[in-house]
């Protein structure tokens, strides 16, 4: 008696596929811990709300110098002696980006992925892809970035250049000398700190728990340097040490999640979406209050809006040609830039350092 054999190919050989999609991990989004509320200027990201509420497509707004004069003594007469107000005024415009993910019917028949419920999470990790994105661009002065406005890159007081690399006026001509043994150590956070706090105007630590701390995202590579002590100089401290510190702090405050440590009151993040000027040159990133701005609009319906985190966005879902075709499109009206006041940066500062995938 013969067996029915079914040989593989045929016709008759059915191909099964898991129902598991699988997509790119979302990386966790850095702006849901850096954006404060409205009106919080101690947050890293300052959010405006101006434009939910009215129309317009830029936003103004200001920043109002401290008092620098030497003010009266003893019985001097203070009448005509009074120190003028001084102000600096930065702008944001916003603009929409959106995306979408479209199929037919027969499509939806011919797999067992849930093809709506795909595309909504997809879309959604696009966005939180793409705001860490032009966050991180505008801060590190990616003047490639023109959403909105064009990116400006820091000035000579709002940079540092690690290794043995010799500052100047130009991030763009210092750059261009860094090289294989230049990478950043544990003393460069000292000093981007050190030259954050006596620059002028000097930049402001964010509040967490009472207490203050600067913020700092480095390359990927970077932070691998960094945790290998590669050219690190002898008596700091051990990463072990950072690291415990961490998570101990994290219980606290959101703006710890997912933290790889706090070294000097400054907590440390890696990112593999700091951007890159040149090859093997990365513009980590030192940041206190205010460093950048983020504006968004709201002119959509309020059955269309969804929430990404608590930011609005629209939410379509089309169906066409008799509803055979369907799609979801997803979109945000939104600004964002660093902070810049009178050609200078503000809240941000810039740590260009030598980085390279490990072997």
Not at 29 to 38: E, M, N, P, V, W
Request: some cysteine; overall charge negative; proline content about 2%.
């Amino acid at each position: 008696m013969g067996d029915t054999i079914f040989a593989s190919g045929s016709a008759q050989a059915v191909d099964l596929y898991s129902k598991m999609t699988f997509m790119e991990t979302s990386k966790r989004a850095f702006i849901s811990s850096f954006l404060g509320k409205a009106g919080d200027m101690e947050a890293v990201l300052v959010r405006i709300d101006d434009l939910e509420k009215h129309a317009g497509e830029q936003i103004f707004y200001d920043l109002l110098m401290e008092p620098t004069g030497a003010g009266v003594t003893g019985d001097n007469e203070m009448r005509n002696n009074e120190e003028p107000m001084v102000y600096h005024q930065d702008s944001v415009f916003i603009d929409q980006l959106r995306n979408a993910h479209a199929w037919g019917r027969m499509s939806q028949q011919r797999t067992l992925h849930n093809l709506r419920k795909d595309a909504a999470k997809n879309l959604g990790k696009w966005f939180a892809k793409r705001y860490d994105e032009y966050m991180f661009r505008n801060l590190c002065g990616d003047t490639t970035m023109t959403h909105g406005q064009t990116a400006v890159v820091p000035d000579t007081d709002h940079f540092i250049v690690t290794g043995d690399v010799t500052h100047n006026d130009s991030i763009v001509t210092a750059e261009a000398s860094i090289s294989a043994d230049d990478q950043i150590e544990l003393a460069d956070l000292d000093f981007a700190k050190e030259k954050g706090k006596t620059i002028t105007p000097m930049m402001v630590p964010t509040i967490v728990n009472g207490k203050e701390y600067f913020v700092a995202v480095l390359h990927t590579y970077c932070m691998t340097d960094l945790r290998l002590g590669i050219g690190t100089t002898s008596g700091y401290v051990k990463w072990q040490d950072i690291q415990q510190y961490a998570n101990r702090r994290g219980l606290k405050n959101p703006i710890f999640t997912n933290a790889d440590g706090v070294y000097n009151g400054i907590i440390l993040y890696d990112s593999s979406r700091i951007f890159s000027p040149v090859s093997t040159v990365y513009r980590n990133l030192f940041l206190g209050a205010q460093a950048g701005v983020f504006a968004i609009g709201s002119a959509y319906d309020r059955i269309d809006q969804k929430k990404f985190g608590k930011l609005p966005m629209s939410w379509e879902e089309d169906a066409r040609d008799f509803k055979n075709n369907k799609a979801i499109a997803v979109g945000s009206i939104f600004g964002m830039k660093a902070s810049r006041f009178n050609d200078k940066f503000f809240g941000a500062m810039v740590m260009s350092s030598y980085g390279a995938l490990h072997n």
